[in-house]
């Protein structure tokens, strides 16, 4: 696949407060880049400097090959943004709104039209088409939001965390949406600090705080850079103190915590559950429900930046 | 395709077209109520106890000596076309002006006219208690009095074989005519408070499109709404997409205006002249002013659009009270106390130029005022395109 866009040493600065630093990336094409981070981190201001939308004090961005700039029309014809915000005018009706926001990128009437009705139909929007956007629930006007965004079939979308305060139903058409544009052959930056989405989502995954890259690649290949595999949580009541210890004490284990009827383990790779189970049956502990989880992306920025992922 | 949807957009916003176009209206209905009567007819009045001081006599001070003496006659006025079945005013005999004064003070006497013939000026002293009726009757019957008295010595001098003539139809108007009241001027001219009342409101119109202008704003700069950000990373010029959404609100605000002076003509009977090239200027310049104030409010202020909105309409608010749309006396007080406010006051000028547009017989003065706003139009614009020209921004 090749390189679609390419983010080299970008720093941009507020005063003080270096909101990206010295922060590189790309993107190849047709895939589902994942930008995850906490609130502030620096993705939609990274984001906000691939789009030329922000001056940024260092670095370089290209796009295509070409450098982006608020010049570079011909790139910008190809990209297509779904902001965080609803972005839409409160004063136009849902078609009105889609033909204005596709007709800054398309000026053929008849072309525009039939672009249109495809992003109501890709979206389902088809009932709600002379609806105004205070009229339409969150999850539609969120669908309303992406159909202004990609109507003019963008090769390139970036998606600004486009479920926030979604119900879940909106959700998954959102999600599923975002696949079939990749299936379509679009190119898609995915930021969201929801680690389930990027996980279900993202070919490949960046993970960003204070503005740095913390780390980069599939899913499978960030759990992998953890030494944390599994967390392990058995039911049991009684288990004294002294064989606690004892676990503590077996290979792999990272921590072993109780709570008088959950023991909760977080254990390394390898065959940690019945090693577990064998101690507890040997000192005679009745066990009801034994579950075993694998780690998520939250875990990965635990680990490699000691807080946790999602901050609301 | 940009310029429709801005102006459907537009047209489609309630409280701008409410504000804009709705408000005035109303406001002009009820002037029209409060100062016309229910019937349209004239509000009637007690005859206003006034007395005249000569401090030099001359043909002048004679003539309006006259003028009073006949408005002091209930017959003369009832055989004029002056509408009245009583006497305008009710001439006392004050003695010395100290008396007169005293008289005024003690509120045995409502208006006192210091007449000095040779200078040809007339000074009207009205106590603190005086009431709307008793100023305008004051101001307008000094004001149709000099304006007369100008137009018979021009005639004497320039045809004095029509001289009679002229004095005829003029003694067929003179003095206070349908005015209500009147205040004095930034130049000493009086203005017909009732007319007033109607450009002012004209004027408040025009200056709501502020709105209009922090909208445009907040349409097209990506750091300041989510569409601004979808305007700006397309591949649309930013100049055109400006254009548009300017363009497609004041056209609509222009429009607006010239219904409401349409309005204010047909259904109210408040003249605008006969001086349409000068209106349509009025009206443009006038629209264009208040959208790139607004545009300067979008810009510099702080605050969501709402924040913006609030404080450019606390401003155009303020502006218009000073020039006399609820207290119409306000520019008089202002032009002793604080003169420099009158001559700053957009709001003032407009009025101002509006005025003489319609009732002055030459344009310097409209053209002064008008110039004034121009040239505080093209200072706002520019400081405004330069910083809409920006693409990128330092902060979102």
Redesign the interface.
């Known amino acids: 696949m090749s390189e679609i866009i390419k983010v080299d040493g970008l720093v941009k600065r507020?005063k003080e407060l270096i909101a990206v630093d010295n922060f590189s990336m790309s993107v190849n094409e047709g895939e589902i880049l994942g930008l995850l981070g906490p609130n502030g981190s620096g993705k939609?201001t990274t984001i906000?400097c691939i789009?030329?939308?922000?001056?940024f004090d260092k670095g370089t961005i290209t796009i295509m090959g070409k450098e982006m700039s608020?010049?570079a029309?011909?790139l910008?014809?190809r990209?297509g943004?779904v902001?965080q915000?609803?972005?839409?005018?409160e004063?136009?009706n849902v078609y009105?709104n889609i033909?204005?926001?596709c007709?800054?990128?398309v000026?053929d009437?008849d072309e525009r039209k039939k672009l249109v009705q495809e992003a109501i139909d890709f979206v389902g929007l088809n009932e709600f088409t002379k609806f105004r956007p205070k009229k339409l629930s969150g999850g539609l006007k969120r669908r309303l939001n992406i159909a202004?965004?990609i109507a003019h079939k963008p090769k390139i979308i970036f998606f600004d965390e486009p479920t926030v305060a979604v119900d879940p139903q909106s959700r998954n058409k959102i999600l599923e949406g975002i696949e079939e544009l990749r299936s379509a052959g679009a190119t898609i930056i995915y930021t969201s600090h929801y680690m389930e989405e990027v996980e279900q989502l993202a070919d490949r995954v960046i993970i960003i705080d204070k503005g740095q890259l913390i780390a980069e690649g599939t899913v499978d290949k960030l759990k992998s850079m953890i030494k944390k595999s599994e967390m392990i949580k058995i039911e049991a009541k009684g288990i004294s103190d002294e064989d606690l210890e004892k676990l503590r004490r077996l290979d792999n284990i990272f921590s072993v915590d109780y709570d008088g009827k959950y023991l909760k383990v977080e254990a390394g790779k390898g065959n940690n559950v019945v090693e577990i189970i064998r101690v507890l049956e040997e000192k005679g502990y009745k066990m009801k429900n034994v579950y075993s989880e694998q780690p998520t992306l939250n875990d990965v920025f635990l680990e490699l930046t000691g807080k946790e992922l999602r901050d609301d | 395709?940009?310029f429709t949807?801005y102006l459907?957009?537009?047209l489609?916003?309630k409280g701008y077209i409410f504000w804009s176009l709705a408000f005035p209206l109303l406001l002009m209905l009820c002037f029209n109520v409060t100062f016309m009567g229910p019937a349209k007819g004239e509000v009637d009045f007690e005859p206003v106890k006034s007395s005249v001081i000569v401090e030099s006599e001359s043909e002048f001070s004679k003539e309006f000596e006259t003028v009073l003496s006949n408005l002091a006659d209930s017959e003369t006025v009832k055989n004029s076309n002056m509408g009245y079945n009583h006497a305008i005013v009710e001439l006392l005999d004050s003695g010395s002006r100290e008396e007169a004064e005293k008289k005024i003070l003690d509120k045995d006497m409502e208006v006192l006219y210091l007449v000095n013939g040779e200078k040809e000026t007339i000074e009207v002293k009205v106590g603190d208690g005086a009431n709307m009726t008793t100023l305008m009757v004051a101001r307008s019957i000094v004001e149709s009095y000099r304006r007369n008295y100008t137009i018979i010595k021009d005639a004497a001098i320039t045809a004095p074989d029509k001289i009679e003539a002229v004095m005829k139809s003029l003694s067929e108007s003179v003095p206070v005519m349908k005015a209500k009241t009147t205040y004095l001027g930034d130049d000493g001219s009086s203005a017909n408070v009732y007319m007033w009342y109607f450009y002012s409101t004209i004027v408040m119109g025009m200056f709501f499109n502020v709105t209009s202008g922090i909208r445009t704003v907040f349409?097209i700069q990506?750091?300041l709404?989510?569409?601004g950000?979808?305007?700006?990373?397309?591949?649309?010029?930013k100049a055109k997409?400006l254009l548009s959404a300017f363009f497609s609100r004041y056209s609509l605000a222009c429009a607006m205006t010239f219904f409401e002076l349409f309005c204010m003509n047909k259904f109210f009977d408040i003249p605008v002249g006969s001086r349409l090239p000068e209106i349509i200027l009025f009206v443009l310049i006038g629209n264009l002013f208040s959208m790139s104030l607004g545009c300067c409010f979008g810009l510099f202020t702080k605050g969501d659009e709402n924040a913006r909105e609030n404080k450019a309409t606390a401003f155009v608010m303020l502006s218009v009270f000073l020039s006399g749309e609820m207290i119409v006396q306000l520019p008089g007080l202002l032009e002793k106390s604080f003169p420099i406010l009158n001559q700053i006051n957009p709001a003032t000028i407009m009025n101002f130029a509006f005025y003489r547009l319609v009732n002055y017989p030459t344009l310097t003065g409209f053209w002064m005022n008008l110039l004034k706003i121009a040239i505080a139009t093209v200072v706002f614009l520019g400081i405004s395109i330069m910083k809409l020209r920006r693409?990128?921004?330092?902060?979102?």
């Open positions: 507020y939609s906000n789009l030329s939308l922000l001056e608020p010049k029309y011909d910008k014809s990209i943004v902001p915000e609803v972005s839409v005018f004063e136009l009105e033909d204005f926001f007709g800054l990128y000026s009437k202004c965004g | 395709m940009m949807y459907r957009k537009t489609r916003d349409d990506g750091n709404s989510g569409a950000m979808r305007t700006s990373v397309s591949p649309s010029k997409i693409e990128k921004y330092a902060a979102l």
